[in-house]
């Protein structure tokens, strides 16, 4: 099983709901990670959490709140967003990454399509 | 601060031609991996190719290597007899030293002409 799994695919949400991400890995992999996308841009690092400990917060804003339950599931949940917020969020994993380098794989998922009204 | 640069925002190439997509990094550190990640529309970003500064030998997966010039810090990646399936965002990405941060590349969209 290779298979990072997002749910939902698609969310459509007001700045004034809450919702939520979801992510699920079993490959026992120890580092997981939330990227968001514009269209035709790279993917921008959000979270990494290694051992279900969050290692980097690249300064995202605190509507966004990230959440590891334990070393298989990455949730993020969502709070008056605002319209600028609309992009795929991406969920990626990797093997943990001893000696603090990434040397491997990230495995992504397909991705949940947010569309902030 | 690590950057890296792919200077081609979209390419085309012909159904079973070959075709260069160009990357070039920056970095201080003289052992390091770069990668090249594939994102075809709709589905999920995969690993194309892998390469460790160290060795020599360029990386090679089925139709897809790379030439890698560590002086010149260039790692393009070369896809022989194109297909269509390998339409796609393609993304250059260099690991941060230290830590798990990855640095894309703004990428290059391959179309393939049938």
């Known amino acids: 099983d290779t298979e990072v799994t997002q749910t939902p695919k698609h969310l459509v949400m007001g700045m004034t709901n809450k919702k939520s991400l979801k992510c699920e890995q079993h490959?026992?992999?120890?580092?997981m990670y939330w990227y968001k996308q514009k269209a035709k841009k790279p993917p921008e690092l959000m979270f990494v959490?290694?051992?279900?400990?969050?290692?980097i917060n690249e300064s995202v804003p605190s509507r966004f709140s990230p959440e590891c339950p334990n070393s298989s599931l990455l949730n993020l949940h969502l709070h008056a967003l605002q319209p600028e917020d609309s992009a795929l969020y991406l969920c990626?994993?990797?093997?943990?990454?001893?000696?603090?380098?990434?040397?491997?794989?990230?495995?992504f998922g397909e991705g949940s399509r947010l569309t902030v009204l | 601060a690590q950057t890296v640069t792919q200077s081609q925002p979209e390419m085309s190439v012909q159904e079973a031609e070959t075709v260069t997509l160009s990357c070039t990094y920056d970095t201080s550190e003289s052992d390091y991996y770069l990668f090249w990640y594939k994102q075809p529309p709709s589905r999920q970003m995969i690993l194309v190719i892998r390469q460790e500064a160290y060795k020599q030998q360029n990386a090679t997966e089925n139709r897809f290597s790379v030439n890698f010039q560590k002086a010149a810090k260039s790692f393009s990646l070369k896809i022989s007899d194109s297909q269509l399936g390998d339409a796609a965002m393609y993304f250059c990405a260099q690991p941060n030293f230290g830590n798990e941060k990855l640095t894309f590349g703004t990428g290059t969209r391959l179309t393939i002409i049938p």
């Open positions: 490959m026992g992999h120890r580092a």
């Open positions: 959490y290694s051992y279900e400990k969050l290692s």
């Open positions: 990626a994993s990797s093997q943990d990454t001893s000696g603090g380098a990434l040397s491997g794989e990230l495995f």
